[in-house]
């Protein structure tokens, strides 16, 4: 799927999905921050990064444009547009390319020293007991997030139609998706395409810092 939409000429919008470019950083990193905030008060990048919103932002921003490959990577991505503007995007990855060492490298490259990667460890490990195990040479599906303004008219769903179509092509024997459990809103466009709960992983920590029990994981076979 290159492009879809309705006709800009009967004054209906118009939306077209393209692969992702360096140059869409900045809304990448803003919309992956929506993700990962999900239907949360709190998002976890605001315990992981320290500092204000706009740093966090800019901590986002550069590893998704960064050389050193991680599950931020524009590369990753593809984005839909409405009227030239950036209003969705989503990345499909093969995880087993994108560990945490690759995260790590990522941040030697964009300044942070030792230190500050030893104190963000710190401040992931209480949740890192709240993550679901990852299916065998599954295509990870991940990000997935809309500009307020425009959800509701089918974006998401039309990349993770896109994304999943690419999964196949490359071979992939399944793909998989996290989510908040309670984000019924997401649970319900990934069930219209196919994906089925097969995972929760809750934990009293989790919930709260959160205020959420923990993650649930979704699974789409491909073949």
């Known amino acids: 799927m290159d492009a879809a939409g309705y006709d800009e000429s009967a004054g209906l919008f118009t939306m077209s999905i393209r692969p992702a470019r360096p140059t869409d950083s900045p809304e990448i990193a803003y919309l992956a921050y929506l993700a990962n905030r999900s239907h949360l008060a709190v998002a976890p990048y605001d315990l992981f990064f320290p500092g ?9 921003e550069q590893l998704v444009r960064a050389r050193t490959v991680t599950w931020f990577h524009w590369s990753h991505f593809v984005v839909a547009e409405e009227q030239r503007r950036v209003a969705a ?26 230190r500050q990667i030893a104190e963000l460890n710190e401040r992931v490990e209480p949740f890192e ?4 195990s990852e299916g065998e040479h599954a295509w990870s599906i991940d990000h997935v997030a809309t ?5 509701d008219r089918g974006l998401a769903s039309a990349l993770l139609i896109h994304m999943v179509e690419k999964g196949r092509g490359l071979g992939f ?11 019924s809103a997401a649970q319900r466009i990934y069930e219209k395409a196919g994906f089925r709960l097969v995972e929760k992983c809750t934990d009293p920590g989790f919930e709260e810092a959160l205020g959420c029990p ?7 076979a491909l073949t």
């Open 173 to 183: 024997s399944a793909a998989q998706l996290n989510l908040y459990i309670g984000n």
């Open 52 to 60: 204000s919103f706009e740093q966090r932002l800019g901590v986002l």
């Open 214 to 220: 923990g993650i649930a994981r979704m699974v789409l």
């Open 89 to 114: 995007v989503l990345a499909g990855y093969d995880s087993r390319a994108v560990g945490l060492h690759c995260l790590g490298e990522a941040l030697y490259e964009i300044g942070w020293g030792e």
């Open 129 to 132: 007991g709240c993550t679901p």
């Open 147 to 151: 500009l307020p303004a425009y959800r």
